[in-house]
């Protein structure tokens, strides 16, 4: 442990709450850091949009963060870390980790033989950013990349373990399945979900990697690295861009994160920069309606 300990909360963003599984691991990992979530729930999903979208949508929430004096940032989206995490990088002073590289790290400790499967959003599978960094550390890896657009919304509907559910993903699946993969990349937020299902239809050869979760171990090794550990107490918030409408919202939230949200504010979209004009919701579950 260094001497040194730096109190400045982590900066986490995702196109919705599906980021708080990153989240979860970082609360395991890092238990004394404080966390400032964003959750651009009025804009979600990122992963049939442009790159060019993704990418301003990704510097606005960015720039909300930093302003909140972050001392790194984890983009917990794998649509905006496909397409927007150099400009991100480029535009911000502070570290910003992708969940691209820590997750192809983890695939390749556990795939000996190259054989590496991803799955993700339209955008992030169509963005070949998987496959290109695999291919930089293993040049002739053989990947396979699917995109799995029903993934999502079946998640939100908590259809966690549904018949329905279940068919999808074995329609998705069924190349990867015969591929004879060592390990699959769960390149989405929304995937560690129904990595339960995943795994009963890869078979127990196949190793899942959580995005995520890797994504949090590698905030926490930069974090010690740089002597920037902090010592506690954490304090934790979240921030949406609109405010949850479902009577599911606390349900699915807690299922993502494996505990109680912290106090959630809602920005104010009214005025632009939309971003600067934050209020309090006080109570969470009166702020559901009926869908
Ligand atoms: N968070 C997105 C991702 O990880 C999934 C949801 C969306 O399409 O916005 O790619």
């Not at 992963?47 to 963060?65: D, H, M, N, P, Y």
């Not at 302003?67 to 502070?94: G, M, P, W, Y």
């Not at 790290?105 to 169509?126: D, F, K, N």
């Not at 740089?226 to 934790?236: D, E, K, V």
Request: proline residues 8%; contains cysteine; hydrophobic residues 40%.
């Amino acid at each position: 442990m260094p001497a040194t300990h730096d109190p400045r909360p982590i900066g986490v963003f995702d196109s919705g709450i599906g980021g708080l599984t990153a989240v979860h691991e970082l609360f395991r990992v890092l238990p004394s850091e404080s966390i400032v979530y964003f959750g651009d729930t009025a804009r979600l999903p990122y992963g049939s949009k442009s790159k060019e979208t993704v990418t301003r949508f990704s510097l606005e929430i960015a720039t909300f963060l930093v302003r909140r004096n972050i001392k790194c940032l984890v983009v917990a989206c794998n649509t905006s870390s496909s397409h927007a995490l150099d400009a991100l990088q480029r535009r911000f002073e502070i570290p910003v980790i992708g969940v691209i590289e820590p997750s192809v790290r983890a695939a390749l400790a556990s795939s000996p033989g190259g054989r590496i499967g991803v799955v993700g959003t339209l955008a992030t599978v169509g963005s070949g950013a998987y496959p290109a960094a695999i291919e930089k550390r293993l040049p002739g890896a053989n990947v396979i990349a699917r995109a799995c657009p029903l993934f999502v919304p079946l998640v939100e509907e908590g259809w966690l373990d549904h018949p329905v559910t279940r068919m999808v993903a074995e329609e998705y699946l069924v190349e990867l399945r015969n591929g004879h993969l060592e390990s699959l990349i769960l390149g989405c937020t929304h995937y560690p979900l129904i990595a339960p299902l995943i795994a009963e239809i890869m078979g127990p050869v196949v190793r899942l990697i959580d995005s995520g979760a890797e994504a949090a171990r590698a905030t926490a090794e930069l974090l010690a690295e740089r002597g920037q550990l902090a010592a506690g107490p954490p304090s934790h918030h979240v921030y949406l861009s609109d405010e949850p409408r479902r009577r599911s919202f606390s349900r699915i939230a807690r299922a993502f994160l494996g505990r109680e949200l912290p106090p959630v504010t809602v920005v104010d979209q009214t005025d632009l920069p939309w971003f600067e004009r934050p209020h309090a919701v006080s109570d969470l579950d009166s702020a559901e309606r009926p869908a």
